[in-house]
């Protein structure tokens, strides 16, 4: 297990699962939805082709050393595998919060750490599936390959009479003999990870002395000017660390929140459009579309709550590193920061600033990635119980009182372009369950799938009663978009 993927396992408490959890809709036919028996039947046949299957934690002995993964020798599919009715009047607003009931409380860490939900009784005759996978078992790139596991491209019909297929466990060592041979392990990677964060910080610190002479030189020549007002130098500290000099300004979704209770809601744009609004700026990407989609929308909604600051707001961004096709399994992410200029009044504008921000972020992943390793190094040197307090101290109230780092996360995923089924019913939209982690309460996922866009808002309730209003408000900055597109590319 490596220190990211232990971290996330830290990050989870009671009421704030670290899972990501796809949601598919499948088609109505005039036969009904599938039998529950019938999708029991596809994880049991299928599951086991992949290496998430049986994964477990096995936990650090006496607490000291270190947690590492493990695989069962059987799954319990009737614990993974549910059924659940969505109640009446049984629509979309219905299933969705069928879907965060169902995966409202983090997953048992005493079982392989997935589950499915089977949700039947939608009024149109549609259902759907819940996939929930720990992020610390796999990223949102890693659910899209296992997509290939469980889905085809054409409909298939179940097979009811085939065997379930044998998972391969393997024996781990008892944990006293864990002890003895990972304790004295422990201590030789802490020296290597303290290394490794004292070159770190001797190639850093003669950038924090000049930068500090130079915001102090700059308030002077300036009669005191106020850190991070134009004119004063900015120090650079890493992007999970609040900055008196460079946060992005407080908003509604950096609040404290006493109640875990999600709020979720989904909308569909044609991924045609989306790329033709590409052609509105020079060397705009559809990401740098869809976070000018998120910045409109946020605009107008921070606007209507009498929320909206006079700068920009920052979203970070999961960015896949795989190389060579990477793996199914594991997490292969960094992040990036991007700027989302809320207070420009012009959408065209607004795309620009995006472009010009997203494109300075990728130019700063070297230096993002190096950071989120030290992060790592950091969480190999502490204790696992001292990491958990921190993790649950920036959920606190009184984590309020330092600079936000972010308001919020975006997360883009390039799915499919074709239809898949599920046995023999074509999946019509997928959407993806984001994970609030205080203090970030806001997560939007978009998944182009097939010939749309599909793209989830998933925060808390207690500060986003209405996340549809998010969630329409992209459809809104996407017409403005359009209506600046030149008639011969629209």
Known sequence: MNSMESI???????????????????????????????????????????????????????GIGEDRWTQADAVDFDAHVRHRVVPAPGDLPAMLATALEVSAEPLDRGRPLWQAWYLTGLADGR????????????????????????????????????????VAGRE???????????????????????????????????QLVASSAQLLTGAADQGGARAGSPGAASIRLPGYLPSLTDAPPVTLFNQHVSDPLKSMAVTTLPFEQVQSVRRIVPGATVNDVLLALVTGAMRDYLAAQGDLPDGPIRTTCPVNVRTGGGGAQGNHITTMWVELPVHLGDPIDRLAAVRTSSAAAKEDLPRSTAEWESLADIGDLLLPGIVTAAMAFAGTKAFGLFPPTQNLTVSTLAGPRQPLYLATRRITNTFLRGIICPPIHLFIAAITYDQDVNVTITTVRQLCPNPQALADGLRVELDRLLAAVPRSDA
Not at 11 to 36: C, H, K, N, Q, S
Not at 144 to 153: R, T
Not at 176 to 200: D, F, H, K, M, Y
């Open 127 to 166: 259902a759907a599936l819940v996939l929930r996978l720990h992020h610390a078992v796999i990223d949102g790139m890693g659910m899209i390959a296992l997509q290939q596991v469980l889905l085809d491209d054409e409909p298939t019909p179940v097979l009811r009479d085939r065997e379930p297929s044998p």
């Open 172 to 206: 781990y060592p008892s944990l006293a003999r864990r002890a003895l041979l990972e304790i004295p392990s422990r201590l030789v990677a802490n020296t290597v990870a303290t290394q490794r964060l004292l070159g770190r910080l001797a190639a850093t610190v003669p």
């Open 8 to 62: 996330y396992l830290r990050l989870e408490r009671d009421g704030y699962p670290m899972d990501v959890a796809g949601i598919y809709l499948l088609e109505a036919t005039p036969e009904g939805p599938l039998p529950f028996d019938d999708i029991r039947a596809i994880f049991s046949q299928r599951m086991a082709d992949s290496p998430v299957a049986n994964r477990m934690v096995a936990h650090a002995p006496l």
